[in-house]
């Protein structure tokens, strides 16, 4: 494991910190390589319940390290432009909850990873952009294509997309493009309690939700209502579903054990 990926498990909670402070935490290709190795690894990891991505320093992420883009073929440019989106599919393909802490820039390839995770709490003072169009690239890279029009809505996507023009924090939570937004100083106690709260719930259940909403982006009606009776019969043959039955009728805390 590099140094410029930190990755600590505690508590259930799995954080995962860019770690290039003095390149504004600019994804190279060994971070890249870091983050898709360490997202894959928590599928698997039964002590991993919830996985906090966030930057060292003052921003979260600038996007991909510009010094990489040298003359290459066209072959060349192919496989790795698909592989930068390789941590975008282990996020949105992870069972477990994943929250973006947005502090600073949230730029490119750094907001392509906070816009495929489920949660953006965002500090007051963020900023976010996608700035491709500026360097004469197409303005969809790193999965904003897909996921901004379905957070802000194609109006406004193409607005960001096509001016690559900063949206300041209370903007971004105005138009959904973040989930919350704290001042700075209770940014850390924000994602920390948000973490701790979707550890502590059903796996299980935490699973089928995240697949159903993920299924929905793509889906039509039927097939979801198909997924939802699949999903919910599942839940409800579960140990952890009794244990939140009988927590409630006990008014006590339920103890989920993921069974």
């Known amino acids: 494991m590099t140094e410029k990926l ?8 799995l954080t995962l910190t860019l770690n290039r402070p003095d390149k504004l935490n600019a994804i190279d290709f060994e971070l890249l390589d870091a983050l898709t190795d360490a997202l894959e690894g928590a599928k698997t990891d039964a002590a991993t319940r919830a996985i906090l991505l966030k930057g060292g320093g003052r921003v979260f ?14 072959a060349e ?24 802490r947005c502090h600073g820039n949230v730029v490119g390839g750094g907001l392509g990873l906070a816009l495929a995770s489920d949660f953006r709490v965002g500090a007051v003072g963020s900023r976010y952009c996608t700035p491709f169009v500026k360097l004469a690239l197409a303005g969809c890279d790193m999965s904003a294509g897909y996921f901004l029009p379905r957070l802000v809505g194609l109006g406004r ?10 949206v300041e924090a209370e903007e971004a939570e105005r138009i ?3 989930s919350r937004l704290v001042p ?18 059903a796996p299980r ?24 009776i699949f999903a919910q019969v599942q839940c409800l043959q579960s140990e952890d579903h009794k244990e939140g039955v009988a927590a409630f009728m006990e008014r006590r805390a339920p103890k989920f054990k993921g069974q």
């Open 6 to 13: 930190l990755c600590e498990n505690a508590d259930g909670v």
């Open 61 to 74: 992420c600038a996007g991909a390290d510009i010094g990489q883009m040298v003359d290459r073929t066209p």
């Open 77 to 100: 440019w192919e496989e790795i432009v698909d592989h930068y989106l390789d941590p975008i599919r282990a996020i949105v393909s992870l069972d477990k909850p994943v929250i973006a």
């Open 157 to 166: 996507a193409t607005d960001m997309m096509m001016t690559a023009r900063f």
């Open 176 to 178: 959904g493009l973040i």
């Open 184 to 201: 700075e100083a209770e940014l850390d106690t924000a994602v920390d309690e948000l973490a701790q709260q979707l550890a502590a719930g």
């Open 205 to 228: 259940t935490t699973a089928f939700t995240k697949r159903a909403i993920r299924r929905s982006l793509d889906n039509d009606m039927a097939g979801e209502f198909d997924y939802e």
